[in-house]
Structures are given as structure tokens and as C-alpha cells.
């Protein structure tokens, strides 16, 4: 799989800027790890991989909260719309790190804000003063009622195309620890892939490759899957579907 990703054109965080996805749609897929190796021998030519640091795998680490009866994790799950998650996220490739809100309006649209944070404030970052009024001004959850919940760390590829519209990110290695509960696991057999490009655009390389591979769009939230498998008192009747897909490919 390196070797591949060695092959391919390079594109740097700056050059990446370029990629501005204004009115986009966001695809989700979930398929085996094994078959990453054969996905970018199938799309390499037409992508280009983000290195940082001279390397395509970015670490990622984040921690989710949410409230002592799991609302944001339960809206979710209940489908409500204009919905929030909460989350600090640490970018280690490039020592950066940020406490995120990602906002899902009822046209289904995803809108995220987010403050830098000193990378020595993660596991308390609900202490610090402008992340606590961050809160306060961009959510309803009163931060006396928030708490660290699920964590996760995973590696991400990154590609865009060679014609600037599209982007792509390949997580792997995910793992789960529930720090609630105190529960891990482990679903680093499979790969979550999200296709980012504009509404009316044509089929792109990977979509194509993807449907050549029996690989479908499946939605799946880290943070709700993660929490699902971690928390035997989570609601989850709407996610079995997904858990058995998960489960039948980690198997």
C-alpha cells in the first residue's frame, strides 16, 4: 500500500487550499481493509496524496463529550435534525490542536466551527475559559453538564483530484475507547471513506472504482458506531444494520 501512495503525485497542505468546495456532497463509504492496496492501484493516476512531513498517514486523536444521558449521541440516533457533536481533535501530523462543533441542519447540511487549542489542554479542555464560552455562545449544553465520552484515533490518506474538485479521505486503523465505561474496540479492519465534491458533479474515478467493487455509500458517524460498541446501555436499535455490516467485515 505505501508503495503505491510513494507513486503517486504529491500535494501539500498549501496547495490543497485550492480545493474549494462551496455547495458539496459528502458520500460515505465503509468497505475492508484489504482492499485499499487494490482501490489506489485503481485510482492513483488520477489523484494526487497529501503528504505531510513527507508522509501520506495522518495520526488523528479526539475526544467526544456529551451529557450523563447521552443527548447528542440519542438525536442521532432518533434522527433529529439540527443536531450538534462536541469534540477536541488533535491533528498530530502537524502539532495542531482544535476544540470542534459540528453543526447538522435539517436540510442535512454539515457546517463545522472550531477554536485552536494548546495541544497540553486535551484532556482538560473543558477548563479552559474561551472554549467554555465557545460553548456557551455556539451550543444549548451548558458545559457543567458535559463530559468526556468516546475517544477514537485512527490514520487518514488524503487525496484530491487532478482537476482540484474532489477530495477524498481513507481512515484506518480506527480504535474505540469509552471513557465512560471504560470499554475499548477495535474496528481497524475496516476503512471509512468520505467523497467530498461538488452537487451536479460527474461520477469521479474513486465512485467509480467503489461501485466496480461492490463498495455502496453507507453513512456512518465515528462517534455514534464507536459509542454504540462501547456502551451496552446506548440506545442503538437504528444502528444493528450497521453494526452487523461492520461486524461481517471485521470478522
Known sequence: MMSI??????IGLEDMKAVRLMNRIDQKFMAPAAMLEGLLQRIASGYYVQLIDDNPLAPYHTLYFD?????????????????QKLRVRRYRSTDTTFFEIKNKDNKKKTRKVRIAVSPQSFNSV??????????????????????????????RIT??????????????????????????ADISPLLVIEVKHEVGAPTSDIERALHDLHI???????????????????KKNRFKEKLLYINKIIS
Open 126 to 155: 473543558l477548563t479552559v475559559p474561551e472554549v467554555r464560552e465557545f460553548v456557551d455562545r455556539n451550543t444549548p449544553w451548558p458545559v457543567p453538564q458535559l463530559h468526556e465520552c468516546l475517544e477514537n484515533r485512527f490514520e
Open 159 to 184: 487525496l484530491v483530484d487532478k482537476g482540484m474538485s474532489e477530495r477524498v479521505t481513507i481512515d484506518r486503523g480506527i480504535r474505540f475507547h469509552n471513557r465512560a465505561t471504560g470499554l475499548d
Open 67 to 83: 451529557t450523563d444521558n447521552l443527548a447528542m449521541y440519542t438525536m442521532h440516533h432518533n434522527q433529529k435534525l439540527n443536531r
Open 5 to 10: 501512495l510513494e507513486q503517486m503525485e504529491p
Open 216 to 234: 455502496l455509500p453507507r453513512r456512518m458517524s465515528k462517534y455514534c458506531i464507536g459509542t454504540a460498541l462501547t456502551d451496552p446501555l446506548a
